[in-house]
């Protein structure tokens, strides 16, 4: 509900109709009926449907219905659902101890088990063979590929077999193995010096002489490193321990706890309560308005997890600490000589990092030192245009990637490849990954350990200025002045949607992120935000009220807020008021 001065008052849960949403990385039907279970659905909720359309996810917001099992929503021998099925069983029978049981189950439902194990113990065998240094045993697994990206990984393994001719100033049987082996693998170099330091070593003393090894460890934790890498490259292709396609961890017992709930929240013999399923509000009024910044705002984030204060970067070159509940300006933060291009945080809110314009990268202190800039990062040789925390570290990008130490303020590492700038970096959950968007219309897939390239899609038809990736690292978002916001499947690299509506052709940085699960957020030249359905790439929700382009937005759950900012030099929070309508109401009809 709206006051007088357009701030939004808090909905009681027992005033909001809530429905079952299921996660979002099957194919499973989204809602459960209440008559399952025994008991009638509540009086007042009716049952209304969207003409010719229907919805994976219910939304509070849009209207209350109560969806019964029909084939549309949920047909029993689907091949799909039957196999999803059949692999939350397996996965509840492998956590509790269920061996045999489980190997029935895969004999029975006609999967292919012996050929996975069979896998599963090639991969063995290879690291086995790697660490022994085995190359005979390497070249005999390696010739059927157990990974997709099968020459960048060997690559990897005839750059180590030549090191060690090296090591071991085996100069001929170097010579000949260069020839043989690495050059017809040039083009897979890690960096653009790589292979001449490879022929550079033939006249070498040691490995170290090389500029591009200078780091080499020797031959035992060098090997070490390339077992690690393998491991990396498989657990990015999602091939778990037993072989079958991922699902999400107890995916049978979340779904059962989701169906309980629901049928207590819906049933008239139960008191109404405000059980903890996944509901998405989508915001539809504006709350409050952030005033303060001399320039227009380019980056927005919440600070921490808990995320009780906001922290935005502008070209005023000034960073400035906002409360949200009061919207007031808490301090600012100067130091950096151009306009702030991204802002990041830790996870428990303790540092900020920014990058900027002026070629740097600043940390600032949110605990210790209030506010206090503790580190300059350089090095870099122009605008830095991301920023991003890892546990221990921060990163920042050029045409680079360079991963710093935080504690000491030293260069850890570089990743290059990309043709232009970066514009976006982000880590995948494992945080064993980069993902890189460039000006140079691609997104690129960095193994941390090795430093490789392991995927690049080049897709995109205009520069790329943001990617995404949801919270268990199956889909990657990515936004391009090609007009359009893409989902990705992060397995097979392939498009899955793509999201349209908004406006990103110029010269800006336009970024989206994931929001509360199946939500993405995010801005337009056109100063509207815009909220989409991952799952259908639908329009849900234009959010009115910036009057110059929306640059970012970002979403907390802790705190259940969207923040936007802006070309008129504000930020804007947004909220959900029941008494408005949604915009996407305006042009369906509800029956």
């Not at 130490?405 to 970096?425: A, E, I, P, R």
Request: with cysteine.
């Amino acid at each position: 509900m709206s006051n007088t001065n357009g701030e939004c008052k808090e909905t009681t849960s027992t005033e909001i109709s809530l429905n079952l949403s299921i996660n979002e990385t099957t194919d499973l039907g989204s809602q459960v009926s209440t008559e399952e279970s025994g008991s009638k659905p509540d009086a007042g909720i009716k049952d209304k449907n969207l003409e010719g359309n229907n919805r994976l996810h219910s939304y509070i917001g849009s209207h209350s219905r109560c969806t019964r099992p029909t084939e549309d929503v949920f047909n029993p021998e689907d091949r799909n659902i039957r196999e999803e099925i059949i692999r939350m069983i397996i996965q509840y029978l492998s956590d509790e101890g269920y061996t045999a049981s489980k190997m029935t189950i895969y004999d029975e439902a006609n999967v292919n088990w012996h050929e996975k194990e069979e896998r599963v113990i090639e991969v063995n065998r290879l690291k086995k063979a790697i660490l022994d240094g085995d190359w005979a045993e390497v070249d005999k697994l390696c010739t059927k590929p157990l990974v997709k990206n099968h020459k960048s990984f060997m690559y990897a393994i005839y750059k180590q077999q030549y090191l060690e001719y090296i090591e071991y100033q085996e100069t001929q049987k170097a010579f000949t193995f260069l020839n043989k082996r690495l050059k017809p693998l040039e083009h897979l170099q890690t960096t653009p010096n790589e292979f001449k330091d490879l022929c550079y070593l033939l006249t070498a003393k040691s490995v170290r002489d090389a500029p591009a090894f200078k780091n080499w460890e020797g031959i035992g934790p060098a090997r070490e490193k390339l077992v690690e890498q393998f491991r990396d490259i498989l657990n990015f292709e999602n091939l778990d321990k037993d072989g079958y396609e991922y699902a999400p961890p107890n995916r049978l017992l979340t779904l059962l706890q989701q169906a309980v709930k629901y049928q207590i929240e819906c049933s008239r013999y139960h008191p109404r309560v405000a059980p903890s399923v996944d509901t998405f509000v989508i915001p539809n009024a504006l709350r409050s308005t952030f005033v303060g910044h001399k320039g227009n705002v380019k980056c927005v984030e919440f600070i921490g997890e808990e995320g009780r204060e906001i922290v935005s970067g502008s070209s005023d070159n000034t960073l400035r600490i906002w409360d949200i509940e009061s919207s007031k300006e808490k301090d600012i933060l100067t130091g950096h000589e151009s306009r702030i291009w991204d802002v990041s945080s830790n996870k428990n809110g303790s540092m900020v990092s920014s990058a900027s314009g002026d070629g740097t990268i600043k940390l600032w202190d949110m605990k210790t030192n209030k506010y206090a800039c503790v580190s300059t990062l350089t090095g870099h040789s122009g605008d830095v245009y991301t920023v991003n925390f890892h546990p221990g570290d921060a990163r920042g990008y050029d045409k680079t990637i360079r991963l710093y130490d935080v504690s000491t303020g030293k260069l850890v590492k570089m990743f290059t490849g990309h043709q232009l700038s970066v514009s976006k970096t982000i880590f995948n959950p494992l945080g064993n990954l980069i993902i890189s968007g460039s000006k140079d219309n691609t997104i690129k897939f960095w193994d941390i350990i090795s430093g490789l390239c392991i995927r690049t899609i080049s897709s995109h038809l205009g520069e790329v200025t943001c990617v995404g990736m949801n919270f268990n690292g199956t889909k990657l978002l990515s936004c391009s002045k090609d007009n359009s916001n893409r989902l990705w499947d992060v397995r097979t690299g392939r498009p899955i949607t793509r999201l349209k509506g908004h406006q990103n052709t110029s010269k800006n940085f336009i970024r989206a992120r994931f929001a509360n699960k199946p939500l993405i957020v995010g801005g337009s030249e056109n100063g509207v935000v815009y909220i989409w359905d991952q799952d259908t790439g639908e329009v849900l929700q234009k959010l009115r009220g910036h009057v110059g382009i929306v640059y970012d937005t970002t979403w907390n759950p802790k705190q259940n807020l969207f923040v936007s900012c802006s070309d008129d030099k504000t930020l804007k929070s947004w909220c959900y008021d029941e008494n408005l309508p949604l915009e996407f109401e305006k042009s369906i009809n509800i029956i």
